[in-house]
Antibody, heavy 121, light 107 residues
C-alpha cells in the first residue's frame, strides 16, 4: 500500500540547519510530484511548494525562497526538505504530500505523518 | 495570491445534524478546490477534490458543492468522528493557498 514515512522530530538551535526526509513506498516515486506543507503551532496549513520527482525541479512559494531547499534521492524514493539558518518561526510540523491523480483530477491524496521541528536556544 | 475565506471559523453541532462549511475564493479558481479534515497529531485527510468529488474511502455523508466562487463541504448527518478542523485548498494557481480552517465540535 502507498505510504509516506517521514523522519523523526528535530530540536535545533537558531542558525543551525535541518534536513527532513519523506520516503515513499507502494508506487512509482517519479510518477507523482511531492508537495510540502507547514503547520506552525496553533496555526493553519501553509503550502510551501513542490518538487517534480521526475526532473528534480523545485518550485517554492515566496515565503520559502532562500533558506528552504527541496531535493530528491530518487533511487531511494525519498524527497527531502532542508532548512538552513533556522529561525524561531521555523518551529512547526512539516508534512510531505503526494499529488495524486484520480478520475482525471489531481489532489493531495497521501500525506506523511509530519515531522516536528523545534527551534530554540 | 488567491485568498480563501472559510466560514464559520468554528461551530458546534449535535449528532445527526446537517452541517455545511463554506469556503469563498477571492478570484476564479474553477473547480480546483479540495477539502481536508485535520485532527490533532494526524496528517490532513483528503475529503473532497475538484470541488465535488469524494476522495477514496470517505463516507458518503460528506459531499462538496460549488456556487460561483462559494464552495461548500456538507455533512448530511454528523457523527462524533467528524469533529476536526476542516481546511479548503485552492490548487488552480501558484501559490496554492489554504483557508484558515473551520473547527467543528460536538454540541
Amino acid at each position: 500500500q502507498i505510504q509516506l514515512v517521514q523522519s523523526g522530530p528535530e530540536l535545533k538551535k537558531p542558525g543551525e540547519s535541518v534536513k527532513i526526509s519523506c520516503k515513499a513506498s507502494g508506487y512509482t516515486f517519479t510518477d507523482y510530484a511531492m508537495h510540502w506543507v507547514k503547520q506552525a503551532p496553533g496555526k493553519g496549513l501553509k503550502w510551501m511548494g513542490w518538487i517534480n520527482t521526475y526532473t528534480g525541479k523545485p518550485t517554492y512559494a515566496d515565503d520559502f525562497k532562500g533558506r528552504f531547499v527541496f531535493s530528491l534521492e530518487a533511487s531511494a524514493s525519498t524527497a527531502n526538505l532542508q532548512i538552513s539558518n533556522l529561525k524561531n518561526e521555523d518551529t512547526a510540523t512539516y508534512f510531505c504530500a503526494r499529488y495524486g491523480y484520480y478520475s482525471a483530477h489531481w489532489y493531495f491524496d497521501f500525506w506523511g505523518p509530519g515531522t516536528m521541528v523545534t527551534v530554540s536556544s | 495570491d488567491i485568498q480563501l475565506t472559510q466560514s464559520p471559523s468554528s461551530m458546534s453541532a449535535s449528532l445527526g445534524d446537517r452541517v455545511s462549511l463554506t469556503c469563498q475564493s477571492s478570484q476564479g479558481i474553477g473547480n480546483y478546490l479540495s477539502w481536508y479534515q485535520h485532527k490533532p497529531g494526524k496528517p490532513p485527510k483528503p475529503m473532497i477534490y475538484y470541488a465535488t468529488n469524494l476522495a477514496d474511502g470517505v463516507p458518503s455523508r460528506f459531499s462538496g458543492s460549488r456556487s460561483g466562487s462559494d464552495y461548500s463541504l456538507t455533512i448530511s448527518s454528523l457523527e462524533s468522528e467528524d469533529t476536526a478542523i476542516y481546511y479548503c485548498l485552492q490548487y488552480d494557481e501558484y501559490p496554492y493557498t489554504f483557508g484558515a480552517g473551520t473547527k467543528l465540535e460536538l454540541k
